[in-house]
C-alpha cells in the first residue's frame, strides 16, 4: 500500500469515528438502563409486523446520537480540519443511527426475527447512510475515492463483526455476529 492510500484510509476511519461510536454505544447503553422504551412505541405497520421491534429503543437512539456526536465535537474542536462543518459529527452519528433503523425496519418486512443476520445489511448499512447522508450535504471528502471506500468498507466490516463478537463475549449481545 503506498503512503497516500494509507493517509487516506486513516483519513477516513477518523471521518468515520462519530457514526461508529453511535452504531456501538446503545449496546452498552441499554444494558446500563432498566427499563427501555420501543422506538416504535409497539407500532405495527400495514402489514401487521413491527414497524421496528423492540430492539430499537429511544435510550439507544439517544445514547447513539449523544456519543457519536460528543466524540465528534471534541474531534473538532481538538482538530477542525477533522470535519468540513462542526455539523458533520451529528449527521454520521445520526445516518448512522438512521442506517441501523432502516435495517430493522427492513427485517420486520422480510418477517424476519430480531437479531437475524443479514450479512452486508448488518455490517455497512449504518455507514453508507452516514456517508449518503454527509455527502448530500457537503459533497464528498478529499479522501474519498474508489479504492479508499472499498478499503473503509472492508475494514468496518471486520471490525463490525469482530466488535460484535466482543459483545458477545461480554455478555452484551446474544448473538455474536
Not at 447512510?129 to 479508499?148: H, I, K, Q
Request: hydrophobic share 55%; glycine share 12%; charged share 15%.
Amino acid at each position: 500500500m503506498d503512503e497516500g492510500l494509507i493517509w487516506r484510509l486513516l483519513s477516513a476511519l477518523a471521518y468515520v469515528l462519530p457514526a461508529y461510536v453511535a452504531n456501538g454505544a446503545p449496546v452498552v447503553a441499554v444494558r446500563l438502563v432498566t427499563a427501555t422504551h420501543p422506538l416504535d412505541f409497539g407500532k405495527k405497520f400495514v402489514d401487521g409486523r413491527r414497524l421496528l421491534g423492540d430492539g430499537k429503543t429511544l435510550e439507544g437512539l439517544v445514547t447513539g446520537l449523544a456519543a457519536g456526536s460528543s466524540i465528534g465535537a471534541l474531534m473538532f474542536l481538538v482538530n477542525p480540519a477533522a470535519f468540513r462543518h462542526f455539523t458533520e459529527p451529528l449527521l454520521l452519528s445520526a445516518g448512522a443511527m438512521l442506517g441501523d433503523v432502516m435495517g430493522s425496519f427492513v427485517k420486520r418486512r422480510a418477517g424476519m426475527e430480531r437479531g437475524a443476520a443479514v450479512p452486508i445489511m448488518d455490517q455497512l448499512g449504518f455507514l453508507v447512510t452516514s456517508l449518503l447522508l454527509c455527502w448530500a450535504l457537503f459533497g464528498t471528502p478529499r479522501w474519498a475515492d474508489p479504492l479508499t471506500i472499498a478499503l473503509l468498507m472492508a475494514v468496518t466490516g471486520v471490525l463490525h463483526v469482530a466488535t460484535n463478537a466482543g459483545a458477545y463475549l461480554m455478555g452484551l449481545k446474544d448473538r455474536w455476529y
